[in-house]
């Protein structure tokens, strides 16, 4: 375990901090998502609308790379 450490100290992955924040925002937007559905169940179609338009988009953006589940 210690050795492992050590790589990961030399490597710098303790310490590299980009995406971090994008990471943060997406389990944010995740778990309002879960609490809203949970909360009112009925807004969850709504929800799951809008990420749907997101992914979409995202999609389109990337040049079409597939879906989510990895199927092009």
């Given at each position: 375990?210690?050795?492992l450490l050590s790589i990961a100290?030399?490597?710098?992955?303790?310490r590299d901090?980009?995406?971090q924040?994008?990471?943060?925002w997406a389990l944010l937007g995740?778990?309002?998502?879960c609490a809203a559905g949970t909360i009112a169940p009925g807004a969850a179609g709504d929800v799951i609308?809008?990420?749907g338009?997101?992914?979409a988009s995202l999609s389109l953006a990337?040049?079409?790379g597939g879906d989510l589940a990895g199927r092009s």
């Open positions: 375990m210690k050795k100290v030399t490597c710098k992955i303790w901090t980009r995406g924040e994008l990471i943060e995740g778990f309002i998502a609308g809008i990420f338009k997101v992914l990337g040049g079409g």
